[in-house]
């Protein structure tokens, strides 16, 4: 099994790694580079943004050459996977292939806005082990899952939302506050590698996915999203990360 997945503060990621086990291979489409996947079972897990994929992963799957009889997705997300298996699907019919399996798997969300109160946070998680031996119950009988319909409301609604992070919430003007004491730890959270040091100075760059890891990892709350600022009631990354 190999499993091509993104992931920001590490519900994806998490996910992925229960779903390989021992024997499987985890590919991160933030950095990999590989050029071909080929494998019985080929697996997508990523986080839906605002309705639907992030863009990385976007550009990944429509540049990766898939080899598989079997491609499966799950989606991480805090309600909704949107718009997320049309367009995976949609970018697996450009190549001549499909969907074989699509499954979200609800965990805390790490958005600020839409934070998971802590109580649900941990039956949540509490039960992630629980939820990804179901899914690997049904991949290993192969089930097969109707795929949604395409429609244009769930593209629309994306363009929406981003549209009032970005205009309400001041989504990308991104900065440091008094706290920050230019630890570094933040380049590293990174997934997009967006941010940089300069005369040690944390500078934002324009590639962002909103994935929250900065902002939600940072040991000293020194991170701003415009009007959006963590706090321990919000904050939020999935435990494996710090197990790792």
């Given at each position: 099994?190999?499993?091509?997945?993104?992931?920001?503060?590490?519900?994806?990621?998490?996910?992925?790694?229960?779903?390989?086990?021992?024997?499987?291979?985890?590919?991160?489409?933030?950095?990999?580079?590989?050029?071909?996947?080929?494998?019985?079972?080929?697996?997508?897990?990523?986080?839906?943004?605002?309705?639907?994929?992030?863009?990385?992963?976007?550009?990944?799957?429509?540049?990766?050459?898939?080899?598989?009889?079997?491609?499966?997705?799950?989606?991480?997300?805090?309600?909704?996977?949107?718009?997320?298996?049309?367009?995976?699907?949609?970018?697996?019919?450009?190549?001549?292939?499909?969907?074989?399996?699509?499954?979200?798997?609800?965990?805390?969300?790490?958005?600020?806005?839409?934070?998971?109160?802590?109580?649900?946070?941990?039956?949540?998680?509490?039960?992630?082990?629980?939820?990804?031996?179901?899914?690997?119950?049904?991949?290993?009988?192969?089930?097969?899952?109707?795929?949604?319909?395409?429609?244009?409301?769930?593209?629309?609604?994306?363009?929406?939302?981003?549209?009032?992070?970005?205009?309400?919430?001041?989504?990308?003007?991104?900065?440091t506050n008094g706290r920050c004491i230019s630890c570094g730890k933040c380049l590293e959270y990174c997934?997009?590698?967006?941010?940089?040091?300069?005369?040690?100075?944390?500078?934002?760059?324009?590639?962002?996915?909103?994935?929250?890891?900065?902002?939600?990892?940072?040991?000293?709350?020194?991170?701003?999203?415009?009007?959006?600022?963590?706090?321990?009631?919000?904050?939020?990354?999935?435990?494996?990360i710090s197990e790792d």
């Amino acid at each position: 099994m190999k499993i091509l997945f993104f992931s920001g503060t590490g519900n994806s990621y998490a996910t992925a790694k229960l779903i390989a086990g021992r024997e499987g291979m985890l590919f991160d489409m933030a950095s990999s580079v590989i050029e071909k996947v080929k494998d019985e079972y080929v697996g997508i897990v990523l986080p839906c943004y605002c309705n639907d994929i992030p863009q990385k992963a976007r550009e990944f799957l429509q540049k990766v050459q898939i080899e598989s009889d079997y491609i499966f997705a799950i989606v991480t997300c805090g309600l909704s996977a949107g718009n997320s298996f049309i367009t995976i699907n949609n970018i697996l019919k450009e190549k001549g292939l499909q969907l074989s399996y699509a499954k979200k798997l609800v965990l805390p969300d790490s958005c600020i806005v839409f934070a998971t109160k802590t109580e649900k946070a941990k039956s949540l998680l509490a039960s992630h082990q629980e939820r990804v031996n179901e899914i690997n119950s049904d991949l290993s009988e192969k089930i097969k899952t109707p795929m949604p319909k395409d429609k244009k409301t769930p593209t629309m609604y994306t363009k929406l939302l981003w549209r009032l992070f970005k205009g309400f919430y001041k989504l990308d003007d991104k900065k440091t506050n008094g706290r920050c004491i230019s630890c570094g730890k933040c380049l590293e959270y990174c997934p997009v590698k967006n941010i940089i040091m300069q005369d040690k100075k944390i500078i934002f760059g324009d590639s962002c996915e909103n994935c929250f890891a900065c902002i939600q990892r940072c040991d000293k709350m020194a991170i701003q999203f415009g009007k959006i600022q963590v706090s321990n009631a919000t904050r939020y990354y999935h435990p494996i990360i710090s197990e790792d």
